[in-house]
């Protein structure tokens, strides 16, 4: 028989808690250009596959040979997804998720949850489509690794994509020190 410990909380999910970071008062901002940086980096390193594959070249021993595959619209369609599925996400107000405030409609929270789910569906089905698509296109046919870099410049920019958004929902949720919530 165990006994419970001192800090116990019966209105929590896991044993362990999660640990708190104290980055100091700046830490709303500073996971705004964190999930900023996130961003430029996904697409970033979508659009370097891009013009890499815009300036793809036969090799120089055999002219006559094309590259055997490009970037095409396919491709960009997982990061649409994703960047859909991101503003999505951005746009809802936290409060309505949560129910905090007592909006008239009653249907308010549910609607602004169904949208949260479906942004998230949005980025479930972008990286699941470039994964997909790293496999199907860029591995299965055993390409050179300069033609399977844009399968996984795809991957990569999705997930930064998805980090991005948890950041900045994150950043969004905390409050500031010297944030006022004024009600009437």
Known sequence: MSFPRSDYDPR???????????????RRTIGIYLAGALFALA?????????????????????????????????WVPGICSLLGMLIINII??????????YGDPGAVWRARLFLFIGFAFMAGGLAGSVSLL????????YPEQYTYYGYANVSQNVALMLSAVVLWIAQSVHEEYDYQLSL
């Open 12 to 26: 929590r999910v896991c044993l362990n808690p999660f640990p708190e970071f104290n980055i100091g008062k700046h």
């Open 43 to 75: 697409n970033w390193t979508f659009l370097d596959a891009a013009i890499l594959s815009a300036h793809a070249h036969a090799p120089y021993d055999e002219p006559q040979i094309p590259p055997p595959v490009h970037v095409a619209f396919v491709d």
């Open 93 to 102: 107000d936290k409060d309505r998720i949560k129910g905090d405030d007592g």
């Open 135 to 142: 496999v199907l296109k860029y591995i299965m046919h055993d």
